[in-house]
């Protein structure tokens, strides 16, 4: 792993201190510091969460647990993962799309650009949905799962 944007004292903007040489010059620099440098309390960011979060947060395993406990084949598991992840994508551009149009700072130009934009990515989302979907059916088919294994894929699938 690199590290980006590591500061050396020379890059971070702060001055460097100067070197004391001496232990005369040592002392006084403590002296001033002990003087200067009170600690002060600063209060911290508080967190409050509703009900609903504490109970999704108390979810083990996350949001796709459900998908993980089901017992289906890995490959189903996984393709049940991606059709919520973009599902949730395009549940995020329409917000997104409705912020737009609410947003009356924007000009009409900037409205209209961003929303096009916004509908190209929904218009590939629902690509990748289609292929999601038509995957999961393939696979489905192939792996010849049993009447249950069947209704749990279709409950996993109407679950946000």
Known sequence: MTAIG?????????????EVTGPDA?????????NTATPTLVE????????AAIAKSAAVGGENSDID?????????QLLK????????????????????????LS??????KLAALRGAIAALNSGLITANLALSK???????NPDQ?????????KP
Do not use: F
């Open 69 to 77: 406990n089901s017992g289906l084949p890995e490959n189903i598991q």
């Open 6 to 18: 590591t500061l050396s004292p020379g890059s971070s903007g702060i001055a460097a201190s100067p």
């Open 139 to 145: 696979v489905m088919n192939q792996s010849a799962l």
């Open 44 to 51: 911290g960011v508080k967190v409050s969460l509703s009900g």
């Open 108 to 113: 009409n130009e900037e409205k209209i650009n």
């Open 82 to 105: 991606m059709i919520r992840k973009i599902q949730k994508e395009i549940i995020e551009k329409k917000a997104r799309m409705a912020a737009v149009m609410s947003d009356r700072t």
């Open 150 to 158: 069947n209704l749990k894929v279709g409950s996993l699938l109407t």
């Open 26 to 34: 040592a002392i006084d620099r403590d002296d001033a510091l002990s």
